[in-house]
């Protein structure tokens, strides 16, 4: 059984930074292309980042490029992503995912993590 647990998530104020962590269990981790993807109040789901199977691969959304940071330990099976510079618009609740397959990637998300909420207020 595929288990992905978010963690890191918290109230922090603008201009601020977080660390998100996501253990993942259940399946070859080492394999996927893994996600972090963003359900925000008033605009619903958005994708922020993915990391290939190796983590030499990146790519971020716009909204977050500059700012945010993914990473991988193959080696614990955990999903990072740290943040800097955080904006109230940076509220939401974070979820790790994985790919449907290990390769070709396929975008298709087939498991979620639970979520871990970010808030940044003042």
């Known amino acids: 059984q595929v288990q992905l647990a978010e963690s890191g998530g918290g109230l922090v104020q603008p201009g601020g930074s977080l660390r998100l962590s996501c253990a993942a269990s259940g399946f070859t981790f080492s394999t996927y292309r893994m996600y972090w993807v963003r359900q925000v109040p008033g605009k619903g789901l958005e994708w922020v980042s993915f990391?290939?199977?190796?983590?030499?691969?990146?790519s971020y959304a716009d909204s977050v490029k500059g700012r945010f940071t993914i990473s991988r330990d193959n080696a614990l099976n955990t999903l990072y992503l740290q943040m800097n510079s955080l904006k109230s618009e940076d509220t939401a609740v974070y979820y790790c995912?994985?790919?449907?397959?290990?390769?070709?990637?396929?975008?298709?998300?087939?498991?979620w993590g639970k979520g871990t909420l970010v808030t940044v207020s003042s």
């Open positions: 995912a994985k790919d449907l397959r290990p390769l070709p990637a396929t975008w298709s998300m087939d498991d």
């Open positions: 990391i290939n199977y190796g983590g030499s691969i990146t």
